[in-house]
């Protein structure tokens, strides 16, 4: 297949510097997961200049742990539920069905309709894997999925509330949990850090718009917190000795351990 041109603008666009990070992972030397899969998808959807010049070996090393750290909360869901339904919402091209997938009951990735159709050009949907083509802020994605006992299913929302203002994510939660009370929810939270950063998401047209203080923040909406991970705390073998160090020094301090959190909450 040749390179697939796309139009991708704002947020969507995203999707590929995440998915080369990916791709790019099983180049390491101990790789934290393969992914042929992304790597495949990659040489067929390039990055252009403008995304290709922020991206560094900070950012491969941060977004793939990232990945890999959701991929280990889903196994374990997976492993722990009768008829497990994974929902992942804003899944963009994520390719987590094709690593840890096969033992699912349903699994639903969900995005806009220009990034599920150039799915569509990649992936093939089956009764297991369903593709649903819809806004997040679009509450009538909810009549699909699959219905089961709401402790059996998992909501991903990775990489995708920083992108919606503070009373979207509320509604979002306040409909999910009008549906869903006891589904697990497992998201990331960008912390004031962050800020620091907004030129560059400008620049690239697709502007980070909620930050937290910490992971009270989304637990003053309504959610139980289960577990909190502070990024930059985990799996530190994969940073080189100085960072490891700086790592381990900064986020004594609360300010730089909530710049990146990944929360496992309930409905």
Excluded: C
């Amino acid at each position: 297949m040749s390179q697939i041109t796309t139009k991708l603008t704002g947020v969507p666009r995203t999707m590929l510097y995440t998915m080369k990070t990916r791709a790019d992972e099983q180049a390491r030397p101990h790789p934290l997961f393969q992914d042929p899969l992304a790597a495949e998808w990659q040489k067929l959807l390039p990055m252009d200049e403008d995304m290709e010049a922020v991206y560094n070996d900070l950012a491969q090393i941060s977004w793939s742990t990232r990945a890999y750290h959701y991929d280990r909360i889903t196994s374990h869901h997976i492993a722990n539920h009768p008829d497990p339904v994974v929902v992942e919402l804003g899944s963009g091209l994520s390719t987590r069905f094709h690593r840890i997938g096969q033992d699912v009951k349903y699994w639903l990735d969900l995005d806009l309709p220009e990034v599920t159709d150039l799915r569509r050009q990649l992936d093939t949907e089956t009764e297991q894997h369903q593709f649903i083509s819809a806004s997040v802020m679009d509450f009538d994605w909810m009549n699909a999925v699959p219905y089961v006992a709401p402790e059996n299913i998992l909501f991903i929302a990775e990489g995708l509330l920083m992108y919606l203002e503070e009373n979207q994510v509320q509604q979002l939660v306040t409909q999910m949990q009008s549906r869903f009370l006891g589904a697990s929810f497992v998201v990331d939270l960008m912390g004031n850090f962050g800020k620091l950063f907004r030129k560059v998401t400008i620049k690239i047209g697709s502007p980070h718009k909620w930050f937290v203080k910490n992971e009270k923040d989304l637990a003053a909406m309504g959610l139980q917190i289960v577990n909190v991970d502070s990024l930059y705390q985990l799996y530190p073998e994969r940073w080189t000795f100085h960072l490891r160090l700086l790592w381990q020094f900064l986020t004594q301090f609360p300010y730089f351990r909530n710049a990146y959190l990944i929360v496992d909450a309930r409905l």
